[in-house]
């Protein structure tokens, strides 16, 4: 379910695309603290995260007549922002989705206490606050998206051009740096197992963006500069750099100045006969598209073989190690003569994730696998060495339950498709 954000009406959007002023100004008002706190995530500067609100709510003004769906002003309004960011930049063990019907006083660590009341404690709070400020942008943008936002995994994979298998690999990692964060500060696992649930992770994204709250008075002023004329020129600089296309202007430390195209006189010349030099092309690429935990290689088809060497993103390589999207590159004499982009989403290196609740002598797991998902035909269960069928498991849900007597080392085995295991032992 997404976050529930303060947006204004259909109606006041409509308004604002006919030029009325305070219909924008409800725009911005409602809006301008959260493109502040994904402009803080981005750049730990004040004065960065005011320019990009400044530089969004701009380009707002001026193209929101073209947008022909109102409906969709929240979603072109994140595109905004994260282009934006993205631009500024140019410039200068495993967890389980736990879902939203389980409570937090379901859980007690393995000392007895319960996961409630060490929640409440600000210092995994804090633990889990550092190690968001410390992940990469691409990570960052995810996490936002998905926790912040509430964006779905198509919605995330569309809003940023990458593969869904991307998305999810970017998630995995998020929740992973979080669990070894957390488990380096001595946090107990079945405490930060629920506070990396998609709930409590959505709670905390909203708490840790009040503490990026731009003063009334700085959001008012960008606001009036934002409606002042001077601004229609830089506005037209902001809106090529972003959307595309040509414009006479330069940037000198920081600030857009306009460069007067001159126009040459021009020259006559004699053409020059150059020996034409025809190299390789690339026809087709080809690869394994199952799931995989492995790197992927590359079959590359060339129309002949006028070339030297293949690269992949720049360096001499023949299989891809990473989901997203790669440059296949023809090189002959040390240049690229050819290249093809591709995507790859089928690699998954991470095993299922699962937790547990005990109650009595019955074990129950709830595992979770959001990339390859997880292949019920692999179970394999133990009981003292011996093949065992003495569980239960629940293949829609992935909810596996075993009575335990105690006296017997219990060992469970379940793999996902691309072939990443998880162990479980019981004794």
């Not at 204004?8 to 100004?25: L, M, N, P, W, Y």
């Not at 107990?188 to 649930?197: E, G, M």
């Not at 009040?210 to 229609?232: D, G, W, Y």
């Not at 506005?235 to 040459?264: D, E, N, R």
């Amino acid at each position: 379910m997404k976050n529930k954000f303060n947006y204004v009406d259909e109606t006041v959007i409509r308004k604002a695309q006919h030029g009325d002023v305070d219909a924008f100004s409800s725009i911005y008002k409602a809006h301008y603290n959260q493109v502040y706190f994904v402009a803080c995530q981005y750049y730990r500067d004040e004065e960065i995260a005011k320019d990009i609100v400044q530089e969004v709510f701009i380009l707002v003004f001026r193209k929101i007549k073209e947008l022909r769906n109102p409906e969709a002003f929240s979603l072109w309004l994140r595109k905004i922002t994260y282009s934006v960011c993205m631009n500024q930049g140019r410039r200068k063990m495993q967890i389980i989705d736990l879902g939203e019907n389980k409570s937090i006083e379901d859980f007690k660590d393995h000392k007895g206490v319960s996961a409630a009341k060490e929640f409440e404690n600000t210092r995994i709070k804090e633990v889990i606050f550092e190690s968001l400020d410390t992940m990469s942008d691409s990570l960052k943008e995810v996490g936002l998206l998905r926790y912040y936002e509430g964006l779905q995994i198509e919605e995330i994979a569309e809003l940023l051009v990458i593969p869904k298998g991307t998305v999810n690999s970017r998630l995995n990692r998020i929740r992973k740096k979080l669990q070894v964060d957390l488990k380096n500060q001595g946090i107990s696992p079945n405490s930060y197992v629920f506070a990396l649930s998609p709930m409590i992770l959505q709670t905390l994204y909203r708490e840790f963006s009040t503490r990026f709250v731009l003063n009334q008075q700085a959001s008012m002023e960008i606001l009036q500069s934002i409606l002042q004329p001077k601004h229609v020129a830089k506005t037209a600089v902001l809106l090529k750099l972003l959307f595309g296309g040509a414009i006479g202007a330069g940037v000198i430390a920081g600030a857009i100045i306009f460069i007067p195209s001159s126009q040459p006189t021009p020259v006559k010349q004699e053409p020059v006969k150059q020996e034409v030099i025809v190299h390789a092309k690339i026809k087709n690429i080809t690869y394994n598209e199952a799931w995989t935990n492995k790197a992927v290689p590359l079959h590359v088809e060339t129309t002949d073989g006028q070339y030297d060497e293949i690269w992949i993103d720049g360096k001499k390589e023949d299989a891809i190690t990473e989901n997203g999207k790669h440059k296949v590159q023809l090189v002959s004499k040390g240049k690229v003569i050819d290249e093809k982009e591709i995507e790859i989403s089928n690699i998954d290196i991470y095993s299922p994730n699962g937790t547990y609740k005990k109650e009595s002598d019955t074990f129950t797991y709830y595992l979770y696998d959001d990339a390859s998902t997880i292949d019920s035909n692999s179970i394999r269960f133990y009981r003292d060495e011996q093949r065992s069928s003495s569980y239960t498991y629940d293949a829609e849900n992935h909810i596996l339950r075993i009575v335990s007597p105690g006296k017997s080392i219990d060992y469970f085995y379940i793999s996902d498709y691309a072939g990443n295991e998880l162990e479980i032992v019981i004794h």
